[in-house]
C-alpha cells in the first residue's frame, strides 16, 4: 500500500482535506498503520506461511500484519521497561491461550518467544510478528503463565529481551467463549481494514494488495454495530468509522445505483470479477446495502454525526435502481455492465444465498419490483433446484438443491445476518425452522462422513464455500462429488442462532483441541482439513466467511443486528408486499 500517490488518492477522489504539511489525513493514517506494520507485511509478501515444518518449530504464520491495539483490549497486562530499545509487552489471558505483543525493535529480524516455568526457560516459538498466540491449555488449565520475549538480529543473535510478564488462563463459559470470538473476529474489519477507505479487504492471503469487497464490507458493518454492543469499540468511534465508509461508497463508481463486487482503493476503479463482470453487482450490493440499513438503524441518536451518517446512508439506499435490474420482465437480473449491458445473463433464482435481494428490491422506496418478479424468478421451478420436500436422516427439509440435501450452509447465513428469520414465513417455507432443518442437514451428514474423512463428527462439521484444502476454493456441500474433508469454521459458528448447542461443540473443538492450528490473530482461519496427513489449516481469512461468525455469533446473543434492520419501515413494507408474515401475522408498517 506504500505504492499509493497523492495523485492516485485525488482521481479516486479520496482527499478531502490536508493538513499544514500537505498530506491528506488518509495519508497519514496510512503512513502510521504502515510503519507499525510495514516488517510483517515485507515478511508476509515474501511469503512466510507458517506451513507444517514451522508449525513444529513453533513459528507462527505472518501474514495478519496491521496495526494492533486499536480495538479496546480485553485484560491486557503492560509490563514497561525503561530501556528504550526494548519497549513494552503485553499479554493477556483467555480460555486456553496467552496472547502477547510488544513493539518493533530495530535491526530486530525475528522474536523468539519463551516460557519461564519451574526455573527453566524453554522457546515456545520464533516469529517475525510483533504478537504471539501460545496455546498453553495442554500444560495445565486454570494456570499463571510467564514469558520473556527476545529480539533477535539476521544472525540470529539476541538484540534484547523485554522483562518477564505474566498472564492466566481460565475455564471460560460458553457467553465468554463466543465474545471472544467475537473480539478476534472483529479485527478483521476494524484494524485490518482498508486505512484508505475503511472498507474491507477481500481476504487477508490477497495477491492484489488493494482489493476491497463491497459485499464483504456489508458484513463488516453489522461486524462494527456488534463491536459497539460488546465495547470493542465506542460509538463515536464507530459513527466515525462508517461516515468514512459512506464517505468512500459515496465516491465509488455505481452502475444504475448498484456497487460492483470488488474496487481497486488505489484507483477507485472496479475489479473485474470477470470479462464481462465490470459493472453493477446487484447481489453483492444488496449484502452491502443490508449492512448500511442496519447501522442506519443501530445509530438513532439524536447528535449531529449519527443524524448526518442515517440521511446519508438514506441517499445511498434511495439511489438503488433495483427495478433496473429487471430489464423490463418478471426477474432480477446478477449483474449490468456499461460495456456489455446484461450480457452475463445471470438470473437470480433461488435456491441459494440471494434471498435478501428480492426482500430489499420489494422494499425500496425509489425503484421498488412487483411481487411476481419474485414468484417468477426467485421461486426456481426447475426440478430439484427450490423446492426440496424430501427427507434426509429423518430431517424433512422444505427448500433447497436436493442433490445437495440443501446446499453450502452460507446459503442461510448472508441473507439472514440482517434479515430475522424468527417467525418469517410465507407460503413456501417458515424461514427459521427451514434454516435450522438445513444446517441440522449438513451435521448430520458430516456424522455420517460417507468418504471417512479424519475428524468429522459431532464436534467437526460445517460444509460451505471458503479456500479448499490443499488447494483452491470451492463451494463444499453434502452430496457425491462436493465433500473433500475441508471444514469451514464460518459453517457451524454462524449457525449459532439456529443450532446453539451443536455449534459450540464445534467452536470448542475447533480452539480448545485445535487452536494452534485453527486460530489466529484475526480468529479462525478460514479452513480446516484433518486428512491431510496432520492437521492443517488455511492460515488465512476471508471477509465474506468471517462476517457472518460475528454478526450471527451476535443474533444469537443479543439479536442486536437483527432488531436494527427489521425496524426499518421499508424493510417491513416489503416483506408485506411479498406476502410474507411473522409469527403468522400481517406485518405491521406504516404506510
Known amino acids: 500500500r506504500g505504492e499509493r500517490t497523492a495523485a492516485a488518492d485525488e482521481a479516486a477522489g479520496f482527499v478531502e482535506r490536508e493538513d499544514g504539511a500537505g498530506e491528506s489525513v488518509c495519508q497519514q493514517e496510512l503512513r502510521a498503520a504502515l510503519r ?119 544472525d540470529g543473535k539476541q538484540l534484547s529481551e523485554t522483562p518477564q510478564i505474566s498472564a492466566a488462563i481460565s475455564d471460560f463459559s460458553d457467553e465468554q467463549l463466543q465474545q471472544m470470538v467475537q473480539r478476534y473476529t472483529f479485527r478483521y474489519f476494524w484494524d485490518f481494514a482498508d486505512p484508505l477507505t475503511g472498507l474491507a479487504y477481500e481476504r487477508s492471503n490477497d495477491k492484489r494488495a488493494d482489493c476491497i469487497t463491497t459485499g464483504g464490507s456489508g ?27 459512506v464517505g468512500a461508497l459515496e465516491k465509488l463508481p455505481r452502475f444504475h ?187 448430520a451428514y458430516c456424522i455420517d462422513n460417507p468418504y471417512r474423512w479424519v475428524g468429522y463428527g459431532p464436534d467437526f462439521w460445517g460444509l460451505t464455500a471458503c479456500d479448499a484444502l490443499p488447494e483452491g476454493y470451492r463451494a463444499h456441500t453434502p452430496g457425491v462429488g462436493e465433500d473433500f474433508g475441508t471444514i469451514a469454521p464460518t459453517a457451524a459458528l454462524s449457525s449459532m442462532p439456529y443450532t446453539p448447542e451443536e455449534s459450540m461443540a464445534v467452536l470448542k473443538n475447533l480452539y480448545r483441541n485445535l487452536g494452534s492450528v485453527a486460530f489466529g490473530i484475526m480468529g479462525f482461519y478460514d479452513a480446516v482439513n484433518l486428512s491431510l496427513g496432520e492437521p492443517r489449516s488455511t492460515e488465512s481469512y476471508i471477509a465474506i466467511d468471517q462476517g457472518p461468525i460475528l454478526v450471527m455469533i451476535e443474533n444469537h446473543r443479543n439479536a442486536t443486528v437483527w432488531n436494527a434492520f427489521m425496524k426499518k419501515n421499508d424493510i417491513r413494507r416489503g416483506l408485506d408486499r411479498l406476502g410474507f408474515t411473522i409469527n403468522h401475522k400481517t406485518i405491521e408498517y406504516t404506510k
Not at 389 to 402: C, E, N, Q, V, W
Open 36 to 154: 507499525f506494520a510495514g516488517p510483517l507485511r515485507a515478511g508476509f509478501h515474501r511469503g512466510v506461511h507458517g506451513g507444517s515444518a514451522e508449525r513444529r518449530s513453533g513459528r507462527q504464520r505472518l501474514g495478519d500484519g496491521f496495526l494492533l491495539g486499536v480495538v479496546r483490549r480485553r485484560g491486557f497486562v503492560r509490563v514497561p521497561c525503561k530501556d528504550p530499545a526494548v519497549g513494552r509487552i503485553e499479554a493477556a489471558g483467555y480460555d486456553s491461550h496467552v496472547e502477547l505483543r510488544w513493539p518493533a525493535v530495530s535491526g530486530a529480524e525475528s522474536y523468539a518467544v519463551y516460557l519461564l516455568r519451574d526455573g527453566k526457560k524453554s522457546l515456545r516459538g520464533e516469529t517475525p510478528n510483533l504478537y504471539y498466540l501460545d496455546f498453553v491449555a495442554g500444560l495445565g488449565r486454570n494456570a499463571v503463565y510467564t514469558y520473556r520475549v527476545a529480539a533477535l538480529g539476521a
Open 257 to 443: 445505483g448498484a456497487w460492483a463486487h470488488w474496487y481497486n482503493t488505489r484507483t477507485g476503479q472496479p475489479y473485474h470479477f470477470s470479462e464481462k463482470d465490470n459493472g453493477g453487482d446487484l447481489v453483492e450490493t444488496a449484502f452491502l446495502v443490508q449492512g448500511l440499513l442496519a447501522a442506519q438503524g443501530y445509530f438513532d441518536g439524536n447528535d449531529a454525526a449519527e443524524k448526518a451518517l442515517r440521511d446519508r446512508i438514506e441517499q445511498l439506499w434511495r439511489e438503488v435502481e433495483w427495478s433496473h435490474y429487471t430489464q423490463g420482465q418478471n426477474a432480477l437480473y446478477w449483474h449490468w455492465s456499461p460495456d456489455y449491458g446484461f450480457a452475463m445473463n445471470h438470473p437470480i433464482k433461488g435456491y441459494d444465498e440471494t434471498f435478501v435481494t428480492y426482500i430489499l428490491a420489494a422494499a425500496s422506496p425509489t425503484f421498488p419490483i412487483d411481487k411476481k418478479v419474485y414468484d417468477d424468478c426467485w421461486v426456481n421451478r426447475k426440478e430439484g433446484e427450490f423446492f426440496c420436500a424430501t427427507d434426509f436422516y429423518g430431517i424433512m427439509l422444505p427448500l433447497g438443491k436436493r442433490a445437495q440435501m440443501g446446499g453450502p450452509l452460507f446459503w442461510v447465513h448472508y441473507s439472514y445476518t440482517g434479515l430475522d428469520p424468527r417467525g418469517l414465513a410465507d407460503r413456501f417455507a417458515n424461514y427459521w425452522e427451514q434454516n435450522r432443518r438445513y444446517t441440522l442437514v449438513d451435521r
Open 219 to 245: 458484513f463488516g458493518v453489522m461486524g462494527i454495530v456488534a463491536g459497539v454492543r460488546n465495547g470493542f469499540v465506542t460509538r463515536p468511534e464507530a459513527v466515525a468509522r462508517l461516515t468514512k465508509i
